[in-house]
């Protein structure tokens, strides 16, 4: 690799860099979608010459899980082994933790090699909303959601501790939430992201609940651009389609840990978000 490179803490300041990175490979990413993921997560940059060349982050979920995320090499210093310098740097900050990614087609060799295992797909839905009628009426937006309630159902479908993510998506967002006998058992978050408007996560513990909420949700702007992320295993099939959002847009992503699949829990995540 270069001997100039150097990679040093990512800070605030890198984020205009960042994004250069971000746009180059065609993500969809806002200035302040970095900033969002970089507020929640610590990370490295790689620098040459003055410019942002290298990206990782890594998101620490409590003391058991990390997530790594915006894993980005500029084009022309791919296959010089600086992904795998960068991925090494944050996999040490999360030491002694489970490690999880969601991978893209073109990044799940590097993570293979550093012995992450294929434990399921997602698949990624998007486009303009159709009309949608049907609705589930003990669905309604909340405007000061419980949190504590929110993290205990998130917790128990993810099995880690994302109360700091859950804040920051609820304050670029709105929460929507599902009730029974005036205990939540069920949340979906949209927020802006990208241009577009996201779904995710969608808790809740079976597929009628997830599809009660994401119609909900979607009922709320017909003319959005909307994007979700479902993984296959719990895709809430034909819905997607249903309102107009079927073209599969990027065709997947790899969802990769460190350690093997857990059981099935009885909350689920039904949207990545
Ligand atoms: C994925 C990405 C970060 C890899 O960065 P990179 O600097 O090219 O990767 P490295 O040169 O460090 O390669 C690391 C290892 O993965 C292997 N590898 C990387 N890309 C590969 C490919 N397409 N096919 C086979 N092996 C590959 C390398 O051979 C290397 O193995 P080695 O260490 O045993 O020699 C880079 O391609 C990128 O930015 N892609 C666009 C953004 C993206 O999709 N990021 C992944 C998000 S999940």
Known sequence: MTAEIEIIPFMPEHLDGALRLSEQVNWPHRKEDW????????????????????????????????????????????????????????????????????????????YTKLGFEVTGRVTQHQGNMGIVSTMDDRCEWDDAPDFDALCALDRAACGMDRHRLIQALIDAGKVA???????????????????????GPVICDDIETAKSLLTFVFASRTEGFYACRYPRRVRPLSLADRHGIGACWKTCAHDVESTPDEPRRVCQNFCVG
């Open 177 to 199: 939430v599902i009730r029974e006998r005036g205990t939540i058992i069920g949340f979906a978050i949209l927020r802006d992201f990208g241009g577009r408007q996201v779904v």
């Open 35 to 110: 900033a969002l993921m970089l507020d929640i997560s610590e990370g490295v940059v790689a620098i040459n010459d003055g410019q942002v060349v290298g990206t990782a982050l890594t998101t620490l979920f409590g003391s058991d899980v990390a997530t790594s995320n915006m894993i980005i090499v500029e084009q022309e210093m791919q296959g010089r082994g600086l992904g795998r310098q960068l991925m090494d740097e944050i996999l040490s900050t999360a030491m002694g933790r489970e490690s999880r990614l969601v991978a893209t087609d073109i990044g799940l060799p590097l």
